[in-house]
């Protein structure tokens, strides 16, 4: 009798105190939209008025949105549990969290990296510093992560890629890129310069904790296996991982709790130095 009461008492307890996760509006006045973002606050921060958190802002995948990493993991458990605030920006079907030079519409990279930054660190109780923020995301968001921070030095101490896709010059004939950028075979010094195994070149001696993953069986490996070696070519600082799986969502959900986990123990140190 006494086990059943307590069961449901603490049921209904974890409901009350959870994460709360909404569904807001940022603004672009770079590109003119008013696209939708999730923000995971943690249960602490609802409860207490005066604390400031840290922030990772998680991004999504090409042919995806805001909504994806919400609807596939769960956020609020992940936010309670280390207790940071999570963002889930729109980063477009195809945007490539690039700004592209051929459409005004495009201009995911400063969205991202300053509107949205911006916006959060106005509206939300943040730690509102480079020392505190984190970036990171799968596949064309995994790309989109390392090459912020890249550009970005100032704005993230951290960056994740699960599956990323390190070199657009794989994807040459797919993906939307070639609207971003123009046809690859009169633009290909432009695919190069966008890509990340050329941008990751600017965080050398920058000192920036990166977490880099992709499944041994995922079309995008052999780019990742050749970031890792540049990196290590320029001495700069990352955890490199491949583990068993494919570019899929069972991959993405598992490799996420790495990152966070990863980015907490950053923001501790940060906070301990």
């Not at 009350?16 to 249960?43: E, F, H, R, W």
């Not at 609802?46 to 805001?66: A, E, F, K, M, T």
Request: net charge neutral.
């Amino acid at each position: 009798m006494w086990i059943r009461f307590y069961l449901i008492f603490l049921f209904y307890f974890q409901i009350l105190n959870a994460a709360l996760i909404d569904t807001i509006q940022i603004k672009s006045n770079a590109m003119n939209i008013i696209p939708n973002a999730i923000i995971v606050t943690p249960d602490s921060y609802q409860n207490d008025d005066s604390s400031r958190y840290p922030v990772v802002y998680l991004l999504h995948g090409w042919s995806g949105n805001y909504l994806n990493w919400h609807q596939k993991s769960d956020l609020g458990l992940l936010a309670d549990q280390y207790n940071l605030i999570i963002v889930c920006p729109d980063g477009g079907y195809a945007g490539w969290y690039i700004n592209s030079p051929l459409i005004k519409e495009s201009q995911y990279e400063t969205y991202i990296a300053n509107e949205v930054v911006e916006f959060i660190d106005k509206h939300y109780r943040t730690k509102n510093n480079m020392n505190n923020r984190a970036i990171c995301g799968l596949s064309m968001g995994g790309h989109g992560a390392i090459r912020l921070i890249s550009i970005y030095p100032q704005k993230f101490t951290a960056a994740g890629s699960m599956s990323g896709v390190m070199d657009l010059t794989e994807s040459s004939q797919r993906y939307g890129i070639i609207n971003l950028l123009g046809n690859y075979e009169t633009n290909k010094d432009k695919w190069i310069s966008y890509s990340c195994l050329n941008i990751v070149k600017k965080l050398a001696g920058k000192n920036k904790s990166i977490i880099i993953d992709c499944g041994v069986d995922d079309r995008f490996i052999q780019s990742n296996r050749k970031i890792h070696q540049i990196m290590l070519e320029l001495n700069i600082y990352h955890d490199y991982y491949e583990r068993p799986g494919g570019h899929s969502w069972e991959y993405w959900i598992n490799a996420l709790d790495y990152h966070i986990m990863y980015f907490s123990k950053v923001f501790y140190k940060n906070r301990t130095n």
